[in-house]
């Protein structure tokens, strides 16, 4: 089932990307471009009693395609196609540290509002996990740490300082479960965490557009 959903979440991505690639390469009006910059994400996992379970945010990078497709003279659609990295740190009883983390293909939809040389963007961001990385393996198989595939809704601002330079910020938050693994304590209880498991992340980018 998991396999499946993989795969058909990566036909979806590459469909998308091709009709995005196709219809900027038709229509004058479309820019595309570069990004990168860096993630900084955690969740919410915690557990307090005998035993202390904390998360802390560990910082990844990102980095793909942008697109801006205008609709009218101030809103845009802008698809990107994105390698993302999302993980966190576990700091267990305040002393040993565990970081985990998921590589995604990460496709946000952002609909995008331009006041001067501002854009303020919002939308839904769909990730296909493709590899996982954990410093606590075996004791956790690293595949096993998080689910296939996590959904956010972003939003944030981006400042374009030159003509084709840019510089954006964006926050985001899960819709769905990320982690997919039970912990114990020193005993080998299971404790429940709460909800924790979706990921909160911020990006810092700078962009270039290669066609305005």
């Not at 965490?193 to 810092?204: E, P, S």
Request: one cysteine or more; hydrophobic letters at 40%.
């Amino acid at each position: 089932m998991i396999d499946q959903l993989k795969l058909a979440m990566k036909n979806l991505l590459s469909t998308l990307c091709f009709l995005i690639l196709s219809f900027a390469s038709i229509h004058a009006q479309v820019s595309f471009g570069l990004k990168a910059g860096i993630t900084s994400a955690q969740t919410g996992f915690a557990y307090e009693g005998g035993y202390s379970l904390k998360s802390k945010s560990l910082t990844s990078i990102h980095g793909g395609i942008v697109t801006a497709f205008p609709l009218g003279s101030k809103f845009s659609l802008q698809p990107e196609f994105l390698y993302t990295g999302k993980g966190l740190w576990l700091q267990e009883d305040s002393t040993l540290e565990h970081s985990i983390e998921a590589h995604y293909i990460s496709l946000p939809v952002m609909l995008g509002y331009t006041i001067n040389k501002f854009t303020i963007k919002a939308g839904p961001e769909f990730n296909l996990r493709v590899a996982s990385s954990s410093d606590i393996t075996p004791l956790i198989h690293k595949d096993d740490i998080f689910k296939p595939t996590e959904i956010s809704f972003a939003g944030g601002i981006a400042f374009r300082f030159l003509e084709k330079f840019g510089t954006e910020f964006r926050y985001s938050h899960g819709l769905t479960e990320a982690l997919n693994f039970a912990y114990t304590d020193a005993n080998g209880n299971e404790f429940d965490d709460a909800g924790g498991r979706k990921f909160r992340a911020m990006q810092l980018s700078i962009y270039y557009m290669l066609k305005k």
